[in-house]
């Protein structure tokens, strides 16, 4: 899938559900996390997942995907680290925020 799609099943998923529901959450964070593997993250894919998980469910899975990117890497954690500290609030999370290897093969226009 690309990234189009992966927003797509975000959505659906989304649009589906009248409550917050563990369930659900967990479908989202799984695709989540397979978009992250095959870098087709785009950065309305975040704001999407911003708007349909609770700000704990999204803070903790960005952060535990950039934990497991650095250490599928083999790199210091300072670098996500870093990268997190010079976020404000989750809130305001951009694509500058993100590891590169999220978004690696989003074709761009």
Known sequence: PN??????????????????HKDTDDVI???F???CQD???????IRQLQRCVSTEIFED????QMMIEQQQRRKSTTDWQ?????LDTFVSVEAKHL??????NVVRK
Do not use: D, F
């Open 33 to 35: 996390k397979q978009c």
């Open 99 to 104: 590891p590169a290897s999220w978004s690696c």
């Open 29 to 31: 964070s799984n695709i």
């Open 3 to 20: 990234n189009v799609a992966y927003l797509t099943m975000i959505k659906t998923i989304a649009s589906c559900r009248t409550t917050q």
């Open 39 to 45: 870098g087709m993250v785009h950065i309305n894919i």
């Open 61 to 64: 899975l960005v952060t535990s």
């Open 82 to 86: 870093e990268r997190l500290e010079n």
